[in-house]
């Protein structure tokens, strides 16, 4: 069951999966960066690569 999907700000999207308690983020920015980023929410940040 996929929640949302939406573009959060110009070349980042990402879809929000409740049930399974997943976000999946598309971007051209770094794995790094946006795992940085993540990490401030407090919660386990996994990256699971690309597609």
Known sequence: MLLCSHSVSPGIEHSIDLPNKTVTVITDLGA??????????????KYLGGK
């Open 32 to 45: 790094d960066a946006v795992l940085e980023s993540l990490k401030k929410i407090g919660k386990e940040v």
